[in-house]
């Protein structure tokens, strides 16, 4: 609960937007002027503060670092050719920042704050929106516990904060991926759903061992068969079979509802394919593939945006994909690249002013 979003606002006195090339920005690497920082102590949200961007101070014994409650979001915001600027999707990003909440037994973060929060200091730094093709600036939104104490419980101290940082392309290559079907991301009943900080960590030791094999990232299968397809890297995951688009669906809980996955939905069924949201087997991929029906292969995600896969690996089996032949993933591109970047009217009331 907060009384009101009263943020208060103090400013740097020297930017360091000039001693920063925005051309080719790796992912992550630099961050604005400023960053949100607001407490919640006594079952109340307190001390909103935009500020100049510096480390925290912690005590080592703080829970978050121990016990692993913390949650994060990815929006982006764009600017179009007259200057303004735009949050994509801002609104379903906090409620799924909010559903994680919950899993992690967490504070909900009231919508207010968290859009006004992002809405004020984006308007701070806005001249650190990239406007350069596939660049934009990557928000970052996360809370996690603060209780200076190792007993394992929820804590009753939480900080919530935002970060900006301007961004190019995630994975800017086509990717080749391992079908992984040792390790787990998430199972039924378990936080694949939730944006929670552990479910990355977890997932590197199989990602670095699919690297030594070549591979970019894997394509998580379940936790009991290791054959229905979850997610892929950071991304959700999209296969073009005959003329239908198919994704696993939302129903067990093993994969995040990503908001590109939304839109990507959404901008399929507006072109006419049709989609479909469900279980979906390796083996029918496979069955597919040697019939000359898996037409496409693709990531979605908000730092991802949409990334194709150029091979698949399943056991000793290998998929190659002639990617530059594909249209249909790189036109949902353009399609949601013209509605980021004000090119063309957006229907769905999906961008937020500044
Ligand atoms: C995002 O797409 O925002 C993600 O969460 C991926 C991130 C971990 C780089």
């Given at each position: 609960m907060i009384a009101a979003v009263n943020i208060n606002i103090t400013k740097v006195?020297?930017?360091?937007?000039?001693?920063?090339?925005?051309?080719?920005i790796p992912f992550g690497k630099y961050f604005t002027d400023h960053m949100l920082e607001v407490d919640y102590e006594d079952g109340v949200w307190k001390n909103a503060e935009i500020k100049p961007y510096q480390p925290l101070l912690l005590?080592?014994?703080?829970a978050a670092l121990h016990y692993g409650q913390a949650i994060f979001e990815g929006v982006k915001a764009y600017k179009n050719s007259a200057g303004e600027a735009f949050i994509f999707r801002p609104l379903d990003n906090c409620k799924r920042f909010n559903i994680s909440a919950e899993r992690m037994q967490m504070p909900q973060v009231p919508e207010e704050l968290f859009m006004e929060g992002m809405r004020m200091l984006i308007d701070l730094d806005?001249?650190?929106?990239?406007?350069?093709?596939?660049?934009s600036l990557y928000i970052r939104p996360f809370m996690f516990s603060c209780d200076p104490?190792?007993?394992?419980r929820p804590s009753d101290k939480y900080k919530f904060m935002i970060l900006l940082s301007p961004t190019g392309p995630y994975y800017s290559n086509p990717m080749r991926i391992y079908v992984e079907?040792?390790?787990?991301?998430?199972?039924?009943?378990?936080?694949?759903?939730a944006k929670a900080a552990g479910n990355y960590g977890a997932a590197m030791y199989a990602t670095a061992e699919a690297k030594k094999k070549g591979y970019d990232q894997v394509l998580w299968t379940d936790a009991?068969?290791?054959?229905f397809v979850q997610e892929c890297g950071t991304m959700n995951v999209f296969f073009i079979i005959g003329n239908k688009v198919i994704t696993p669906g939302?129903?067990?809980?093993?994969i995040l509802a990503g908001v590109t996955r939304d839109s990507v939905l959404t901008v399929l069924k507006e072109m006419g394919f049709e989609v479909e949201e469900r279980r979906l087997n390796i083996d029918e991929i496979i069955t597919s593939q040697k019939a000359g029906e898996l037409k496409e292969v693709f990531g979605t995600g908000t730092a991802a945006t949409i990334s194709l896969i150029k091979e698949l690996r399943y056991k000793d089996y290998v998929m190659e994909f002639?990617?530059?032949?594909?249209k249909t993933a790189p036109a949902v591109k353009d399609k949601l690249n013209a509605i980021r970047y004000g090119q063309t009217t957006d229907n769905h009331g999906w961008m937020l002013k500044v």
């Open positions: 006195e020297r930017s360091k937007l000039k001693d920063i090339n925005l051309e080719n005590d080592p014994s703080t806005k001249n650190w929106i990239p406007q350069q093709k596939d660049h104490m190792i007993g394992v079907e040792h390790y787990v991301r998430a199972v039924p009943g378990g936080v694949g759903y009991f068969e290791h054959k939302l129903e067990t809980g093993t002639d990617v530059d032949s594909w």
